[in-house]
């Protein structure tokens, strides 16, 4: 388990937290927290490394663009290329050897034209360290659920405004076939 928020909510503050659960032996221990804390990341495991990527400090408000990858053979903390559009909610899988973020939020809740539901597709090579725009979702939305199964990418369900009060029953797919 790595980053989130902690209680109560009126006094709500991301951590860095990293924690890693050992089933064999039913216990849990610490390891080297993730800088730069946050919460509503995306997170996705690729050749046995975790890569740590956007989310916001404290609120949506504060949104972050930070990648971090964690290497566990040195319980260490690096930082990789930002993600090109900082935002927090987002879903994030690994694609044909990629990474591809798509969706989020970002602004505040209480200002119309300062509120953002994003509907971009960004992609991240880890060889060379760098990103891409791709063709953006039809209908933008946030802490949406995002899989990979064959030639595509279905994004399923998620927040069609700020801050979850609305929620939308769409499903999309994505593909570069």
């Given at each position: 388990?790595?980053?989130?928020?902690?209680?109560?909510?009126?006094?709500?503050?991301?951590?860095?937290?990293?924690?890693?659960?050992?089933?064999?032996?039913?216990?849990?221990?610490?390891?080297?927290?993730?800088?730069?804390?946050?919460?509503?990341?995306?997170?996705?495991?690729?050749?046995?490394?975790?890569?740590?990527?956007?989310?916001?400090?404290?609120?949506?408000?504060?949104?972050?663009?930070?990648?971090?990858?964690?290497?566990?053979?040195?319980?260490?903390?690096?930082?990789?290329?930002?993600?090109?559009?900082?935002?927090?909610?987002?879903?994030?899988?690994?694609?044909?050897?990629?990474?591809?973020?798509?969706?989020?939020?970002?602004?505040?809740?209480?200002?119309?034209?300062?509120?953002?539901?994003?509907?971009?597709?960004?992609?991240?090579?880890?060889?060379?360290?760098?990103?891409?725009?791709h063709a953006p979702m039809l209908t933008p939305c946030h802490?949406?659920?995002?899989?990979?199964?064959?030639?595509?990418?279905?994004?399923?369900?998620?927040?069609?405004?700020?801050?979850?009060?609305?929620?939308?029953?769409?499903?999309?797919?994505?593909?570069?076939?």
């Amino acid at each position: 388990m790595i980053c989130g928020a902690s209680s109560p909510t009126s006094e709500r503050a991301s951590v860095g937290w990293h924690e890693v659960y050992d089933p064999k032996t039913d216990n849990w221990s610490l390891s080297k927290a993730l800088p730069g804390a946050r919460d509503h990341v995306g997170s996705v495991v690729h050749q046995g490394r975790i890569h740590i990527i956007g989310g916001q400090f404290n609120t949506f408000e504060y949104n972050t663009g930070l990648h971090h990858v964690y290497l566990s053979d040195r319980d260490t903390w690096e930082l990789r290329s930002p993600l090109p559009t900082p935002r927090s909610g987002h879903g994030l899988v690994a694609y044909r050897d990629r990474f591809f973020a798509m969706g989020g939020e970002g602004g505040i809740i209480n200002k119309p034209r300062q509120q953002t539901v994003f509907g971009h597709m960004e992609s991240y090579d880890p060889l060379s360290d760098s990103w891409q725009s791709h063709a953006p979702m039809l209908t933008p939305c946030h802490a949406v659920g995002a899989v990979a199964i064959g030639d595509f990418i279905y994004v399923a369900g998620g927040g069609a405004v700020l801050g979850g009060s609305v929620q939308s029953a769409v499903h999309e797919a994505f593909t570069l076939s």
